[in-house]
């Protein structure tokens, strides 16, 4: 398989194509008025406009009502949802529902939890509406956001990782590994491949792409040689 790759938190043209440039499959938006990485929805229906065909636009939002997503999709045509806050599950599925549009839940994964907790999580998303996408797993920290520190891989159950999104401190120097061991469905990258926040970096993101791409092949060679 090849590991999907989203670089988050984009506000100026030049990352918006250099990410594309680099081979990205998406590209997020934050919603997030607290984030330095904030854009209005104006804003990011001018960076959204630069997307060529299959490259999807996320949105990220944070507590946000029905109503506040559903009027910024309408300025900002995202493509799919991601929800970084205390919404439960039915309030995600409601905004989900208001904006017609497909949504990720963002799960920050403490030194405690257990991969039973993950699984229950997933599944009551699920539950919640046929507009779930899946779960984004991201570090535990006491604000919303990545803070860019890794949380304990071996956490994840196997029978989830292939359909997971991977987050949390990933970077050009890590993520090779991480995919070889994880292997996820996709990564997310925010300030992994940043020189400054909300400023990203064209380099680290064709570089972190690349690393991607280095353990997908790696993952290939492996299965070719064991195919049992």
Not at 20 to 45: E, H, I, L
Not at 67 to 79: F, G, I, K, M, Q
Request: a neutral charge.
């Amino acid at each position: 398989m090849r590991t999907r790759i989203k670089i988050c938190g984009l506000t100026r043209e030049e990352d918006v194509q250099a990410a594309v440039a680099a081979g990205t499959d998406a590209v997020g938006f934050v919603f997030y008025p607290k984030s330095p990485r904030y854009v209005t929805p104006q804003r990011a229906a001018e960076l959204i406009a630069l997307l060529p065909p299959f490259v999807t636009a996320t949105g990220l939002f944070v507590n946000a009502s029905a109503e506040e997503v559903a009027a910024t999709v309408a300025v900002a045509p995202v493509s799919l949802l991601q929800f970084h806050g205390d919404e439960t599950a039915e309030q995600c599925a409601q905004a989900a529902q208001a904006a017609n549009r497909a949504f990720m839940r963002a799960f920050r994964v403490k030194p405690d939890t257990t991969p039973a907790e993950l699984l229950e999580y997933e599944a009551l998303c699920r539950a919640s509406s046929r507009l779930f996408s899946g779960l984004l797993l991201d570090t535990y920290v006491d604000a919303y956001g990545g803070a860019g520190k890794v949380f304990d891989w071996s956490l994840i159950p196997k029978d989830l990782a292939h359909r997971a999104v991977l987050s949390g401190g990933l970077s050009v120097a890590n993520v090779t590994g991480a995919v070889a061991s994880v292997r996820p469905y996709a990564v997310d990258v925010s300030s992994g491949v940043e020189r400054a926040k909300g400023i990203k970096d064209a380099r680290l993101i064709a570089d972190f792409i690349r690393g991607v791409r280095a353990a997908d092949a790696t993952i290939e060679r492996s299965h070719n040689e064991n195919p049992c």
